[in-house]
């Protein structure tokens, strides 16, 4: 059984509702999105070819990010691909707000 590690990337206020923040926990880009106050961790790096989801469009009606290169849409919740050409999901991570810290658990499943 694994046992979550939580990594403290910054405060909440750091990422307004609407935007979203780039960090970097042991080496793996990750991209942390505010969406009406609801904070979401996914990888950063695309599923379809290398650009950075912090970089896209966040369509906060319906919680999803678009992708700066080609246009995918992708479930903040979940990581799924919500358009093409991306077909894979991105791994989503735990974020946890308690006292105004953002903390990440990052999943360990390979996306
Ligand atoms: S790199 Fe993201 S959709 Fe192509």
Request: net charge negative; aromatic share 4%; charged share 20%.
């Amino acid at each position: 059984m694994s046992v979550a590690t939580w990594v403290e990337v910054g405060r909440i206020e750091d990422v307004p509702s609407g935007h979203a923040a780039r960090v970097e926990i042991d080496e793996t880009p990750v991209a942390i999105f505010n969406c009406n106050g609801q904070f979401y961790a996914l990888d950063d790096t695309c599923s379809h070819a290398e650009a950075s989801l912090s970089d896209g469009d966040l369509d906060v009606s319906r919680c999803a990010i678009e992708c700066p290169l080609h246009g995918s849409a992708f479930d903040l919740a979940s990581g799924d691909p919500l358009s093409l050409p991306a077909v894979q999901p991105v791994r989503s991570h735990v974020v946890d707000t308690a006292d105004g810290v953002i903390r990440i658990a990052l999943s360990n499943e390979v996306a």
